[in-house]
């Protein structure tokens, strides 16, 4: 069934729609852990580092893609929200059509860029070949993470947070057996873990549209949906675009970021991979809150609930600021435990290495969540040009902490540029963020000092609660 999310208690709604979502992140970044720690466990320290090297190559083509889908997913709330069933229809069409084209573009484009980009990061002549032959089994498959992130999206904007959980832990299981087959029996090396993965999202996708045309109607499109103004299928770019290039930005930072990296050596690179799937899966929380904020602010922006909005975003950060704490609590007492997961050959220098870097990042997660929360609520209402140019001041400030200070601190700086850069984007989204929101409510007409009660909540008073 399809989740309202303009009534009812908004925080008891957000962390609800929040939860399966929560859980469909740690399965997806369990399975691809799991590549990670199979590789390491059965090849050798070179591969675990080749794949880890891949990391921000694919943030650069799937985190466009993930952002993208999401753009499009946005447009679909908005519609929802509004009650509006054939703008919901045609919206699916659209976002189809797009994501069609875009996957042959992409594929294209990130097929033949990949070795360029692999010398141009300073791969080290030990972990290239393996790094090359990682990501481009990923990238001949990108149509297949295309189409599962757009289903997910599109279930996710009619308040079904469930089935892709469903059909990531489906994808999880698959993709350990998968790994093991291609690995172990048929000697594929780390290209197997590479299909692997691939093949386990064309099936979350086949079973995501699979019930996504059975189980809603709304989705249930024809021929005709697919004719729309050039206007209202720009809509969907407009909104996606600024996004995707927002997830692009970052990721360009984050290559300057593991080019600094690679200069350090294999050793360093190897930690750093370790470490950052580990960081990974802990601020799932956080992204799947982040999910959770666009959805809920984009279907009551459709609704023009813009009091809801306001009130959601505060408890959100309350949320995602014991998310925080649990966080760092974990990361800071199982950094070395986990660490020796992903290598049977893991040095205590590597140890060393990778509990520096999560320690450092746990200690900032408060800085992330406002990143996720604010930023998503100005996705949500349809402001993607916000998320893009603070997805730049993220970057500028990652590049500048990775070339200076792990010139002056060698791999310290490293674990500093990301806390840096979170803090830039945070001063950023808040600003923007608050300027939005107020000329909203100037829009509506509601009063500068006092909000009206929502659905038995508490009443908020504005000269009392701050923005």
């Known amino acids: ?60 083509i799937i985190g466009f893609v993930q952002g993208l889908t999401s753009g499009f997913s946005v447009k679909t709330s908005q519609c929802f929200g509004a009650h509006d069933e054939e703008g919901v229809k045609k919206s699916l069409a659209a976002s189809l059509a797009l994501s069609t084209v875009i996957s042959v573009i992409l594929t294209f484009v990130a097929v033949y860029t990949t070795m360029p980009l ?42 079904d947070s469930r089935t892709p959980l469903i059909f990531l832990v489906l994808a999880a299981v698959l993709n350990v057996g998968l790994d093991f087959l291609f690995i172990l029996e048929f000697d594929m090396g780390v290209a197997g873990a590479g299909w692997a993965t691939v093949l386990s999202q064309a099936i979350s996708a086949v079973g995501c549209f699979v019930v996504m045309f059975a ?48 200069q350090l050596g294999s050793v360093v690179v190897t930690a750093y991979t370790a470490a950052n799937k580990i960081d990974s899966i802990v601020n799932q929380s956080l992204a799947a809150l982040g999910s959770a904020v666009a959805t809920f602010c984009g279907q009551n922006y459709g609704a023009m609930r813009f009091d809801r909005i306001r009130q959601g975003v505060k408890l959100s950060m309350i949320v995602g600021v014991f998310c925080s704490l649990i966080g760092f609590a974990f990361v800071a007492l199982l950094a070395q435990p986990l660490t020796r997961l992903f290598s049977s050959e893991i040095t205590q220098e590597i140890l060393d290495y990778s509990q520096q870097y999560l320690i450092w990042q746990g200690a900032m997660y408060v800085f992330l969540t406002a990143i996720y929360v604010y930023r998503n609520a100005l996705q949500g209402i349809g402001k993607s040009t916000f998320a893009m140019l603070g997805g730049a001041i993220e970057v500028a400030m990652r590049v500048l902490a990775s070339l ?56 908020l008073l504005e000269g009392k609660t701050a923005a």
């Open 1 to 60: 069934m399809t989740k309202d999310l303009t009534t009812g208690k908004p925080l008891k709604s957000i962390i609800l729609f929040m939860l399966p979502i929560m859980i469909g992140n740690i399965f997806q970044q369990l399975y691809s852990m799991v590549d990670t720690i199979i590789v390491g466990q059965t090849i050798s320290n070179q591969a675990l580092a080749g794949v880890g090297v891949t990391n921000s190559m694919s943030l650069l």
């Open 118 to 159: 692999l010398r141009l990061m300073s791969t080290p002549d030990d972990v290239i070949g393996y790094a090359y032959d990682y990501i481009i089994a990923v990238y001949w498959g990108l149509a297949a993470t295309v189409f599962y992130n757009l289903g997910s999206a599109m279930l996710r904007a009619v308040g």
């Open 404 to 459: 200076l200070l792990t010139k002056a601190l060698g791999y310290t700086g490293i674990c500093v540029s990301n806390p840096a850069a979170w803090i830039g984007a945070d001063i950023f989204f808040v600003i923007s963020y608050m300027t939005v929101i107020r000329g909203l409510r100037r829009k509506k007409g509601i009063a500068e000092t006092k909000e009206e009660p929502v659905d038995g909540d508490h009443i």
């Open 215 to 262: 189980k809603f109607p709304v989705y249930r499109i024809k021929a005709r949906h697919f004719i729309s103004s050039v206007k209202f299928y720009w809509q969907h770019v407009a909104l996606g675009l600024p996004m995707a290039l927002q997830f692009s930005i970052i990721a360009v930072g984050i290559m300057v970021q593991q080019s600094a990296l690679n």
